[in-house]
């Protein structure tokens, strides 16, 4: 009945020297105890009170007891409040940490720091109501926190005196400055006095109460303008180099930014005439959406996994057009490799069995239709490839080369050297016919594209050979092994490698490809799909370690 | 005894007294009964009766039966009508206190636990204190012992409730027979019944609390009259008199008159002259200012004037004119114009602080540490002007502010307890402290001395306060007292009793006459200085009174307790005037601005609160009936870092002193 339980009053009594306590006569105290103490901690709570403090201290049950003409108990004068610990194994039993304490430490322990002295700091907590910043107040977030959870303020609505939205007041400058920009901008003229302008835009102070207008001024004309393809690009141009400029802080209007950004990227129809090559704007855009994220995906964690969905979106969207679905891969590819692996990757193969009807050129007749399919091909191409090639780099190279080796290392180098520039032609080839398309228009392009299909591959026979190690535990990728096409260099190359690395590459290789055996899988994967229009991605120098 | 004999001897007694014929009906009475030889009343065969009878016993041995007819009162209140339900609800609280009463007083302890926490859930948000203070008693003698359960038990609670209501209460419990309960409210509550409608549940602020049989005296002594005006002839009458150009001349013939009074002390001070000469130029630039301040100020309804009942003491002319100067200087505030506030943070008081106090100009802050100490800094001396204005930093090594080595402070010893508060005089040269070991000091600032040591209460005086003209101060304590005392005497004027539990915090009224004291019980008083009688009772809080302030107009009062409210009183007719909440915690201190347009609260929920008064006294005024519109509301909360807010001050210029411990935040 009593929250003390009888055996307590049993033990106190033990305590203090009555061992023959009948058990009703500790029944019958129980209670009294229990009231005594409640007692003591009503007394006790007036003295913590009157200290204004609103934890209890043994100074306030000393003070209570005190005023119950009862001695206090000695030997709990912390001022601190105690630290109670939780008895294992019960909910709620709590006993104080008392340590044994050996004596002689005690005594030969240096004395303690004095303690330091009371002093009184002043500083101002508001100036004519308002709260200066400074170290010693509260910093600005503690003040809106309460804010938010301020029901009985809200509650008398109608004495609330509502706040007229401040004016903003911009000085005749910077309002003749805004004008000039948006009147270049509007010019639809590339002219040297717009660059001009985009260098001032990314460089200069002080623009920073632009910043709204300006954001306002793009959306308004991107949504207006999506007819007008070099308004858009002067547009994009602005929003690089407002970003770009150091001095303006343009989190907070990133979300009105965002939506015209990412409608250059992916709408279906920008500029309206033919000759206006919004594949460049597309491209652009990607770069500007990829810094974007770059720079305050950190800040705004939610940033890229929106965009990326916006775009994927798009791009799995077969009703989309292909323009649409251009963009959105530059927009992925843009976003870093890691994007593509995970979110073009495993849609690439069920995406090109959409796109080949497209691209066989025989069944259509729309000239500009198969034209923009293999525009978007050749944008996967160069996504996958990108990718594959980055994560081939991350192969370490060989750890510690014997001299030996280093020797015969730098008649390798010599070799890539040549087969490098032919990487990099043949990549220009790659891109050329398309390029060549534009101009040519004729049923021709189609055979010139199969012509780089077919080229490249004559001279890189072999390098499609330096993947056999790789891909050794795929067979069936092995359809074209060596054969005499290869040269002679680099055969005893092959021979060489194969002899001089057997031993020290042997475990690396093993780690390595068991490590990345998912990359060789996707480069085999790449290989089915594209033919060997992949390999000018695989990088030069590892498929030497390869040999 | 035998029936026969009983009735003779009725007869003959009635006969002796000369009730011949009261005595003759009788005698026919019996005869006719012996005739029929019918009992007249039947004890066995009427079944009300023993039902009743047997109700009667069955209830003396059963304690069970309290928990039954409780729980059926309750089930039947929460489902009766909704427009009586509050009303009916009520009288739970009385009906649930006493039944637990009851059956610690018959000694079923263990019942009367059970019933306690079993229907404790119902009364928790309003009564909690009450509850918790109850909860402790286990046996009959504590009954006698607590004051609160003798009080209660004694007193019948005053309940206000509908006809309609009534009745049907009346019909259930004769209904349902539960002559149990219908003892215990037949014992201990008071109806007072009213025709018309219920009452709407919001406005029954004494329903709150259960004060006991004062009520009554409190209903009665609210009807007395006081006189909250002003003083005639203050300092705020004569600036506002002087505010025009006439000033000059009047301050003049002033200065003359105190100068033909005190001719010794005006030889002494020759270069007097010359500074008033100055001063009076200062005055008139200070003019502009003061007629706007005057012209602001006559819109308002004058407050009236009253003669004091104390012997004031006589101010020097130089203090009149500094305080002049100030309040000709005085920044207007109002919900617009908020005012600047300058904080002083105590730092490294290792959880020693119990009180700070801060001089009326600013300048001067005390700390009544527990270790019996007291601290008090010059903020002028550690590069800090009276205004407030931040001038460098704290430079400990300058000789001319550290007079006790390395201390920027003078320390006051003397006390044998914790400090529990501290007091400066107007002029700042005096500190009075109260501690735990039952006295009051008074130190001077100027000899950093122990002056006097005042000796009256028998336990920890929890509040000394100054008058507002110096001289007398207010202390109250653990003894259930609070005491007026002069500067000059060891004993105290007047002792004040009739608070039911300590005394925590007293305040003076601007115009002396009255001071006001909040109390553990619950409820604010106010005493008549010059009679030691209890003028007015303010019931409303739920807990504990922690802080008091006076609108400078005296007409209005505010206090602030342990919950985090604070409420604002109109003294003439004792009524609440609106609750402010926003405070999550102890309202430790509150100050009117000196033109009593803002109310400044500072709480241990480390911030500081300022609100709006103007508004809400004036739609009062304006429109009794609106009363859900007018309340006060929170202008703008000042967060510390973790500082709790232990003393506020506005000086006479409208600058608000704030002062507080830093307390690190728990690890």
Known sequence: ?547 | MDPEQINEFVVGYLKKKGFSSAAKDLEDFHHQNNGSSLSPIDYHNDPELTKLIRSFSQQEDDPTRYRECYSKLRSWAYNSLDLYKHELLRVMYPVFIHCYMDLVGKGHTQEARAFFNSFRKDHEMVHLRDLQKLEGVLAPSHLEEMEFARSLRKSKVNIKICQYSYDLLLQYLHRTESTLMLGIINEHINFQVYSGQPTSSSDDIEAVTIVGSFQDTANHINQKEIQWGLLEDSLEDRLEKTGGLLSDSEKGQGESKDDADDSKKRSTETGKQGSSIKKLKKDKAGNATAKVARLETSTVPPTPRVKPELALPVMSTDVEQSILEDLRNRVQLSSVAMPSVSFYTFVNTHNGLNCASISHDGSLVAGGFSDSSIKVWDMAKIGQTGSGALQGENDTNDPTIAPNGRRNYTLLLGHSGPVYSATFSPPGDFVLSSSADTTIRLWSTQLNANLVCYKGHNYPVWDVQFSPFGHYFASCSHDRTARIWSMDRIQPLRIMAGHLSDVDCVQWHPNCNYIATGSSDKTVRLWDVQTGECVRIFIGHRSMVLSLAMSPDGRYMSSGDEDGTIMMWDLSTARCITPLMGHNSCVWSLAYSGEGSLLASGSADCTVKLWDVTSSTKSTKAEEKNVSSNRLRSLRTFPTKSTPVHALRFSRRNLLFAAGAISKPAS
């Not at chain 1, 105690?82 to 005594?107: N, P, Q």
């Not at chain 1, 843009?334 to 080949?356: F, K, T, W």
């Open chain 1, 1 to 547: 009945m009593s929250i003390v339980p009888k055996e307590t009053v049993e033990v106190i009594a033990q305590s203090i020297g009555i061992t023959n306590l009948l058990p009703e006569a500790a029944l019958m105290l129980a209670p009294d105890v229990e009231y005594r103490v409640r007692e003591i901690m009503q007394e006790a709570i007036k003295c913590m009170r009157h200290s204004k403090r609103t934890t209890l201290t043994a100074s306030d049950v000393d003070g209570a007891l005190n005023l119950r003409n009862v001695e206090p108990i000695y030997g709990f004068a912390s001022g601190a409040p105690f630290r109670f610990r939780k008895a294992i194994g019960h909910r709620d039993l709590f006993y104080t940490d008392d340590r044994e304490v050996d004596f002689k430490e005690v005594i030969e322990a240096p004395l303690p720091k004095a303690p330091l002295d009371t002093e009184i700091v002043c500083h101002w907590l508001a100036i004519e109501g308002v709260q200066p910043a400074i170290p010693e107040n509260a910093p600005l977030e503690v003040i809106r926190a309460p804010a938010e959870n301020k029901p009985h303020e809200q509650k008398d609505g109608p004495l609330i005196d509502i706040r007229l939205p401040v004016k903003h007041v911009l000085s005749r400058e910077l309002q003749l400055y805004f004008q000039k920009i948006a009147e270049l901008a509007m010019s639809k003229s590339n002219s040297a006095l717009f660059k001009e302008a985009l260098v001032s835009l990314a460089s200069d102070s002080g623009l920073h109460p632009l910043v709204p207008y300006f954001t306002n001024f793009i959306a308004d004309e991107v949504s207006r303008g999506l007819n007008d393809f070099q308004l858009l690009f002067n547009l994009m141009h602005t929003v690089r180099s407002i970003l770009q400029n150091p001095h303006i802080h343009i989190e907070p209007y990133l979300h009105q930014l965002m939506p015209s950004v990412v409608t250059c990227l992916v709408s279906r129809k920008l500029g309206n005439r033919f000759a206006d090559n919004h594949w460049e704007l597309r491209d652009f855009t990607a770069n500007l959406v990829a810094l974007i994220c770059k720079r305050y995906g950190t800040v705004y964690i939610t940033l890229q996994s929106r965009l990326t969905k916006t775009l994927i979106n798009a791009l799995l969207d077969p009703k989309k057009a292909l323009t649409q679905h251009y963009g959105a891969i530059q927009g992925l590819a843009a976003l870093g490799h890691n994007v593509v692996r995970l979110l073009i990757v495993p849609n690439l193969e069920p995406y090109l069995r959409l796109l080949e009807p497209e691209l066989a050129a025989e069944k259509q007749k729309n000239q500009a239709k198969s034209y923009e399919a293999w525009r978007v091909y050749g944008a996967l191409l160069r996504a996958t490839g990108l990718c594959i090639h980055d994560r081939l780099k991350i192969f370490p190279l060989s750890p510690s080369p014997s001299p030996s080796f280093l020797h015969k290392g730098k008649g390798k180098i010599i070799n890539t050297e040549p087969q490098k520039r032919k990487l990099s032609v043949d990549s220009s080839e790659n891109r050329s016919p398309q390029k060549r398309l534009i101009t040519k228009d004729g049923p021709d392009g189609v055979q010139s594209q199969d012509h780089t299909g077919v080229a490249p591959m004559q001279v890189d026979n072999p390098v499609e050979n330096d993947n056999q190690p790789q891909n050794s535990a795929q067979p069936s990728s092995s359809e074209q092994t060596s054969d005499a096409n290869e040269s002679e260099s680099r055969n005893g190359m092959v021979k060489e490698s194969g002899r001089g690395r057997a031993i020290t590459m042997k475990a690396i290789l093993d780690q390595i490809w068991k490590d990345d055996l998912d990359s060789g899988r996707l480069l085999v994967k790449l290989h089915e799909l594209y033919g060997d229009k992949i390999l000018p991605f695989i990088p030069s120098t590892e498929m030497s370690v390869f040999l």
